[in-house]
């Protein structure tokens, strides 16, 4: 029904677009949060966020002293996998800047098993809904990694990567991955995540599982509509090019190349 609509109409997708710039502009113009009924306000990374809805008793000092030693219930500290400051590496995603809207529902989803993956569902599992929310509260207030590359205004339809990522396909009814994700792909408020600097097998995998009905379809079921529009060539490119994204700064180790599957593995215009 109509969820697929904004990817299928340039109109709709314009207005969606339209919709949350204005969002964005509310939170720069520092307006009162009128949040849409049943939805968290939308705050940028690194803004203090409040707590989100139904999370009331959310403490960013306990998602920090989880983060760092583990839970008493036995949640494996974050920071051996996600970095000392949530900024990631090598097949990990990077936490630090992220909406704690979508980093909650993302442990809610590993502790409800709807969201698929070995290692994060017994972790979440072990954590109860108020520990998941401070975690979440926590990483959102850390700040994002040092400037990104600038979006390349001038991508090359030979780019797949950049092509896609800066104009998407309108013949496909595929819009720009920077409608959503921002320009640089730095994320979006609440909801719309980061994807600047992130490890191309992390987004590869991501990519498929929507396609495979292994994660949660997510606000208005999005990314499956994109998902399924990409194929594998696609899917390595637009991934290799958001990698290639953060590794100006230093501190976002580089993506380690055996971690890309074979298939993946062909440079998809990283320079
Ligand atoms: C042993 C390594 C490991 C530890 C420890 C770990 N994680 Fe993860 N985490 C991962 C991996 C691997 C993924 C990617 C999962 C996937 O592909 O879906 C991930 C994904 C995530 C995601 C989803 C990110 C996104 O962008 O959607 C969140 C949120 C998260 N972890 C939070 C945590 C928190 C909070 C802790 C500490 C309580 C933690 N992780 C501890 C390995 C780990
Ligand atoms: C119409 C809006 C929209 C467009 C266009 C879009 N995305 Fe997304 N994307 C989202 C939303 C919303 C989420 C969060 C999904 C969730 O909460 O589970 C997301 C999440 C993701 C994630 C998961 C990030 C993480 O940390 O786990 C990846 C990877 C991703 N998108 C890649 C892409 C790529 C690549 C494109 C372009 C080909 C694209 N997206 C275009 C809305 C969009």
Redesign the pocket.
Known sequence: MSVLDPLTCRGTAALLTGLLMAAAAQVHAQAPATPPPGSPAIALPGQPTPPPEAAPQASAEAGRQ??AK??AQG????I???GERGEGGA???R?AG?GAAY?RA??DA?ADGS?A?P??QP?AKA?NAQERAS?ALY?SRLPAPAAVQPARADASPDDTGAWLAARGRWSDGLPACAQCHGPGGQGVGEHF?PLAGQPAA?IV??LK?WRGNA?PPGPLKLMVAVAAKLSDADIAAVANHYAGLGQQSSSVPAVAAPAVPAATAHNGGKP
């Open positions: 989880i983060a583990g839970s949640a494996a500290a974050c051996s996998c996600h097949s990990f995603p936490l992220t980093l993302q442990l590993f969201r993956n290692i994060m972790i954590l975690l990483y995540p992390y995998e991501q599982a994660r």
